[in-house]
């Protein structure tokens, strides 16, 4: 399982867009780059997947440059209500994937 | 749609006790499940995988143990608890391409 690197913290107040990169130099051609959103005493939750180039839902957007080696995820005009870990993930997009989260990037929103 | 339960919710035991976690899923046949265990501020470290009944991966050493007795049931257990094995204990199940999770179980050993 390729190993993905996120910053720690990041800090943000309402209204602004914020992008969070995730590097995976050791990306797999079968690979995809899965986002999670986590808040305090909850399971993750599933919000983006990309293989390559751009994927957009109604809660985000993620941008996967051509070689692959990172992935960032965008969130427009993030609320208080977007203060959460979110975890990068990189694995083959099987049945029987052992996802691998590391400490993720814990996101501030301020007002 | 997945629906993941997990009980109790929240546990207090203490060191040495016996420890039994139940995890029901709802929705699929033969789901792919997982147990992983996160510390506070911390990730979540992947226990076991279990892609059928009677068949547990264990990925990292302990004292902890998993059953799956029957298909859509995954249970954790331990004979005898350690401080160490304190945190949030979550049970998933592998969809199409992402994981569901359930809500969890805060298990304090003291």
């Not at chain 2, 929240?10 to 139940?22: A, M, R």
């Not at chain 2, 990292?60 to 298909?71: C, E, F, H, I, M």
């Amino acid at each position: 399982l390729a190993k993905t690197t996120q910053p720690i913290s990041m800090d943000s107040y309402e209204g602004q867009e914020v992008n969070i990169t995730c590097s995976h130099n050791n990306i797999a051609t079968n690979d995809y780059i899965t986002w999670y959103q986590q808040f305090p005493s909850q399971g993750p939750r599933f919000i983006i997947q990309g293989y390559k180039t751009k994927v957009t839902n109604e809660v985000a957007s993620l941008f996967i440059p051509a070689d692959r080696k990172s992935s960032t995820l965008s969130l427009p005009r993030v609320s208080l209500s977007d203060t959460a870990v979110y975890y990068c993930l990189v694995e083959p997009n099987t049945n029987a994937g052992k996802s691998t989260f590391g400490d993720g990037t814990t996101l501030t929103v301020k007002p | 749609s997945q629906t993941i339960h997990q009980w109790p919710a929240t546990l207090v035991q203490p060191v040495g006790s016996p420890l039994s976690l139940e995890c029901t899923v709802e929705g699929t046949s033969n789901p792919n499940l997982y147990w992983y265990r996160q510390a506070a501020g911390r990730g979540l470290q992947l226990l076991f995988y279990s892609v059928g009944i009677g068949q547990i991966s264990s990925e990292v050493p302990q004292n902890l143990s998993a059953s799956r007795p029957q298909d859509r049931q995954f249970i954790l257990s331990s004979k005898k608890l350690l401080l160490s094995d304190s945190g949030f204990y979550l049970c998933a199940q592998q969809g199409a391409g992402e994981q569901y999770f359930g809500p969890g179980t805060r298990l304090t050993v003291t």
